[in-house]
């Protein structure tokens, strides 16, 4: 679909996770492009920031919804009212996430499984409510943001790793399930490491929190992969130079993988900061800690 479309009217987009990072630069640069936009995440104030800028960037229309997505009521009443204020749903950015660092017999339960549920769960419910709005309109598109770690596992981020293989075969259930609306698109977008503050918003037991392993995208960079996505619906789009060749040494060659994941993660995907445990923003929104980008160097 053309962004804005060809008939002129501004499209309508819903951003989940717009207050930090990927979603947030997303939804800047749909602004930039005139989009009327629906901001999600738990936290109001870092929403109110993305929402600034993006009537700063040109957004036709901004609406502030702060929402969990593992809360179903709270995401059908947004996905209703936006229709309801915009008359329609053209696109939906889905970019929410926690992260947590540790190994499987380490991350407490409740820990585990709500990075796993906020993956799952969250995306399922987007999707029950998102879906069938898109079907009365016989048209739209679902973005759902995964990772190279859908493709491929790592210790010590073993939970996330979970959560984005879980969400990927969601997602491709999403795919099939859609195929008898022509007009309705799901795409898949994996980026690799991305300079965006989910590293330290993350939980950790690991003794350390993270930082995104090189080659490092800034979220900029993959919003524009999300948008040339959103023109040229794809089934898996890759954000990330090094994701082919990771995710054919992890298939092909699994014993020389496996021997140097954990040396490779821990020498430049940690931060090497001392934590001691810590829930970060798993069960609650840090908005302090949501921004635009994170602390590093990107390309
Ligand atoms: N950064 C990377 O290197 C990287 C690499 C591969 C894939 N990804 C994926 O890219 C997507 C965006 O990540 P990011 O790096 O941009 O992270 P981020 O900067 O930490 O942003 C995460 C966003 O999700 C929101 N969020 C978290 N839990 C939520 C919930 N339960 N309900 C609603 N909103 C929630 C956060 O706001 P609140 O806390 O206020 O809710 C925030 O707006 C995620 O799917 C992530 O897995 C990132």
């Not at 989009?35 to 700063?56: D, K, Q, S, Y």
């Not at 918003?201 to 995208?217: D, F, L, N």
């Amino acid at each position: 679909m053309p962004i804005p479309p060809t008939d002129g009217s501004p499209l309508t987009a819903l951003i989940t996770g717009a207050s930090s990072g990927i979603g947030r630069a997303t939804a800047v640069r749909l602004a930039g492009r005139g989009a009327r936009l629906v901001l999600v995440a738990r936290g109001r104030e870092p929403l109110e920031a993305t929402a600034a800028e993006a009537r700063a960037a040109g957004a036709a229309a901004v609406t502030v919804c702060p929402a969990d997505v593992l809360d179903e009521d709270a995401i059908r009443a947004v996905v209703s009212s936006a229709v309801a204020e915009f008359g329609r749903l053209d696109v939906v950015v889905h970019s929410a996430q926690v992260m947590a660092y540790g190994r499987i017999e380490d991350v407490p339960k409740e820990v585990f499984e709500r990075v796993v549920d906020t993956s799952l769960h969250g995306t399922a419910t987007l999707a029950r409510h998102v879906l069938p709005v898109f079907r009365r309109q016989a048209g739209g598109h679902l973005v759902i943001v995964n990772s190279l770690l859908g493709n491929v596992t790592t210790p010590v981020l073993g939970s996330y790793a979970v959560a984005k293989w879980g969400q990927l075969g969601l997602a491709r259930v999403l795919q099939q399930e859609t195929r008898d609306e022509p007009g309705i698109s799901v795409s898949i977008v994996q980026p690799g490491g991305v300079d965006t503050p989910i590293y330290y918003q993350a939980a950790s037991w690991a003794g350390s929190t993270g930082r995104p392993p090189p080659p490092v995208y800034s979220p900029e960079r993959v919003a524009r992969r999300v948008l040339s996505t959103l023109e040229n619906p794809r089934r898996i789009v890759q954000a990330g130079v090094a994701n082919h060749l990771i995710t054919a040494g992890f298939r092909l060659l699994p014993g020389l993988y496996d021997a140097l994941v954990e040396p490779l993660l821990r020498t430049f995907a940690l931060a090497g900061d001392d934590v001691p445990p810590t829930e970060g923003n798993v069960f609650e929104s840090r908005p302090e800690g949501n921004a635009a980008e994170g602390r590093w160097r990107s390309i």
